[in-house]
């Protein structure tokens, strides 16, 4: 987690061009100077005219954090989980009574 941490705020600190919006996925490439920045185009979008080393993809995610490229449908996944558990939750009527019905002794 500490790890993912410290990736994350190394990549908020890459320059990008464009207002980063969660959901959506950013390239991340290196130019010859050292200096990363990300990019709404994938090496594919370039095709041959990509002009600087690819290194990696991630997928912004609401709380801000990245999730590589990879492990985006995993994370998907949890995320999805996680939401249907808070929401079932919050479906649940309210009771100021205890209640008792299906319990057998």
């Known amino acids: 987690a500490l790890e993912d941490a410290k990736r994350d705020a190394d990549l908020h600190h890459a320059a990008c ?36 080393e690819f290194i990696a993809a991630y997928k ?6 990245w999730t590589p490229f990879g492990e985006i449908e995993k994370r998907d996944a949890e995320i999805n989980i996680i939401d249907k558990l808070l929401n079932d939750q919050i479906a649940l009527p309210s009771s100021d009574e205890p209640n008792f019905r299906g319990l057998t002794y």
Not at 22 to 47: A, C, H, M, T, V
Request: proline content about 7%; overall charge positive; glycine content about 8%.
């Open 60 to 65: 912004l995610q609401h709380d801000m954090s």
């Open 17 to 52: 061009n464009v207002v980063k919006k969660p959901g959506n996925i950013y390239y991340l490439y290196e130019r010859e100077s050292g200096q990363r920045y990300f990019s709404i185009l994938s090496p594919k979008d370039w095709g041959k005219s990509c002009p600087h």
